[in-house]
T-cell receptor
Framework: RKEVEQDPGPFNVPEGATVAFNCTYS??????FFWYRQDCRKEPKLLMS???SGNEDGRFTAQLNRASQYISLLIRDSKLSDSATYLC?????????????FGRGTQLTVWP | GAVVSQHPSWVICKSGTSVKIECRSL??????MFWYRQFPKQSLMLMAT?????????EQGVEKDKFLINHASLTLSTLTVTSAHPEDSSFYIC?????????????FGPGTRLTVL
């Protein structure tokens, strides 16, 4: 069983739409959770950390359910520039240090 | 902020040749560097973890004699793909963490795309 599972998509949505991505992880000892964004042929970049209380950064909202080992990312008012692959990342440490476990990513295309 | 560079950004080589990829931390000392590999439409897979001045720790299934890692200084780690074959064609990404910058964060390099003919 993979450490991190994601729906690969692709998700194709119009500008202004709201889109949600989900992710599950297998290791109950995981301590920190992140969403990264990866553009085509580029390195992954940290989008946001995910906390149990839920956190919001502008149009992006992340949620964590430890009991279900489930992480989500909600993007509101989608922009063309949001088109990318979104990676769910889990760590057994409380930061991005150490061994990160990456999901295979969910591809998003926002069309005008 | 902390910057990690990789060189080359892309390389095309013939089967059987060796290719060296450099990963540098430009404005901080990287006590630990990580090497990942990503095949098309797949997740990043950790290949090995290297700490400055010591031998790299390889993940299960990664041949240490084929993927030579050297972390000789606090700002440089190299990955050498020896006797490369077409199945080694992939996107290789390094990351680094250490003193300076945000010590709680792992910084990624821009990646090296390797194509073996």
């Amino acid at each position: 069983r993979k450490e991190v599972e994601q729906d690969p998509g692709p998700f194709n949505v119009p500008e202004g739409a709201t889109v949600a991505f989900n992710c599950t992880y297998s290791n109950s000892a995981s301590q920190s959770f992140f969403w990264y964004r990866q553009d085509c042929r580029k390195e992954p970049k940290l989008l946001m950390s995910v906390y149990s209380s839920g956190n919001e950064d502008g149009r992006f909202t992340a949620q964590l359910n430890r009991a279900s080992q489930y992480i989500s990312l909600l993007i509101r008012d989608s922009k063309l520039s949001d088109s990318a692959t979104y990676l769910c990342v889990v760590n057994t440490r409380g930061s991005t240090l150490g061994r990160l476990y990456f999901g295979r990513g969910t591809q998003l295309t926002v069309w005008p | 902020g902390a910057v990690v560079s990789q060189h080359p950004s892309w390389v095309i080589c013939k089967s059987g040749t060796s290719v060296k990829i450099e990963c540098r931390s430009l404005d901080f000392q990287a006590t630990t560097m990580f090497w990942y590999r990503q095949f098309p439409k797949q997740s990043l897979m950790l290949m090995a973890t290297s700490n400055e001045g010591s031998k790299a720790t390889y993940e299960q299934g990664v041949e240490k004699d084929k993927f030579l890692i050297n972390h000789a200084s606090l700002t440089l780690s190299t990955l050498t793909v020896t006797s490369a074959h077409p199945e080694d064609s992939s996107f290789y990404i390094c990351s680094a963490s250490g003193t300076g910058g945000n010590t709680d964060t792992q910084y990624f390099g821009p990646g090296t795309r390797l194509t073996v003919l």
